[in-house]
């Protein structure tokens, strides 16, 4: 079954394979063994994400279901350990729980940049942002690529052409203009993103204090906002500090996308590194 491409094969950076597996078999939507499986995870997304389904998801995070009362207090690592549960249905590269992914990114960025420790921490905490998945909301609403809603629907959205024929935004012209319910350059951070684990994690991060600089927080709210940075679309969206930190976001892509492979770490061997880091940056229980 074929199912339409993907904007990251416009960019697919060097970087060391752990398996030689060749950057042009990463994000397949057209082939594979796991393609319809994620192809109905984007319908279902694509048809649900509107722009009511958002704001009821933004107001819940500053009222009491993500915000004024926290779901749990965990620590992180306790809350990488509920990933263990967790396999992204929209990935087609993933068969395999998200904490193994959280640890081969991380280490892939520890192994290139040895000197930016937050930039590890990062790579661990990217996805933790799934646990919502855990903690019982539809896979649509939390995995998956990311794009604005309430205006136009860029080339690069994946699947765009066979996914969101059922979305009744689609019938609201303001929604299908350029701009939309937007201003030119207005700034991501005033954009409605589609909900899921990104915007989640990075409320999370903020709500926490975490001792992060301001590249980070860029890289989690948005690494999933493939139009964006990997696509080259919504850019009449973005303001002076989105294009600063892009290229942060896609030094960040390049370990998200292709440290994915079969072979394993073994987390009771990193642990400990890791452990660290979060003591420095983001330490004791925190609200989730």
Same mark, same amino acid.
């Given at each position: 079954? =074929? ?19 060749? !950057?042009?078999?990463? *994000? ?8 319809? *499986? ?10 649900? =994400? ?31 350990? &509920? ?6 249905? +929209? ?7 998200? +904490? ?9 960025? *520890? ?26 909301? #539809? ?22 052409? +066979? ?10 012209? %303001? ?5 939309? %319910? ?11 993103? +589609? ?10 991060? !903020? ?56 072979? &394993? ?12 880091? %979060?003591?420095?940056?983001? #330490?004791?229980? &925190?609200?989730?």
């Amino acid at each position: 079954m =074929q199912h339409g491409c993907d904007p990251s094969e416009i960019y697919r950076p060097d970087i060391d394979l752990q398996d030689g597996k060749p !950057k042009g078999d990463f *994000r397949n939507f057209k082939e594979g063994p796991l393609v319809d *499986r994620v192809f109905n995870t984007y319908l279902l997304m694509h048809t649900h =994400q509107t722009v009511e389904f958002v704001k009821k998801k933004v107001g819940y995070l500053n009222n009491e279901e993500y915000g004024g009362r926290s779901l749990r207090q965990m620590t992180v690592m306790e809350t990488l350990d &509920l990933l263990d549960t967790v396999v992204d249905e +929209s990935d087609p590269d993933v068969d395999f729980p998200n +904490s193994y992914h959280a640890y081969q990114t991380a280490e892939g960025i *520890r192994k290139a940049h040895p000197d930016k420790d937050w930039f590890h921490l990062v790579g661990l905490l990217h996805d933790m942002g799934k646990i919502l998945a855990v903690l019982g909301e #539809p896979q649509w609403a939390v995995v998956g690529d990311t794009f604005p809603v309430g205006c136009k629907v860029q080339d690069s959205v994946v699947l765009r052409d +066979s996914t969101f024929h059922d979305n009744p935004d689609m019938k609201n012209p %303001i929604y299908n203009s350029k701009y939309g %319910i937007y201003q030119p350059n207005c700034g991501l951070e005033n954009v409605l993103m +589609s909900w899921g684990h990104d915007e989640y994690m990075y409320k999370v991060m !903020k709500q926490n204090n975490f001792a992060l600089p301001q590249e980070a927080f860029y890289m989690i709210r948005y690494h999933s906002f493939y139009p964006w940075h990997t696509g080259g679309d919504y850019m009449h969206l973005c303001n002076e500090d989105d294009l600063h930190m892009l290229p942060w976001v896609k030094e960040f892509n390049k370990f998200d996308l292709y440290t994915k492979c079969k072979d &394993l770490p073994d987390p009771r061997e990193l642990k400990s590194y890791y452990q660290s880091l %979060i003591d420095k940056f983001c #330490p004791g229980q &925190l609200q989730w």
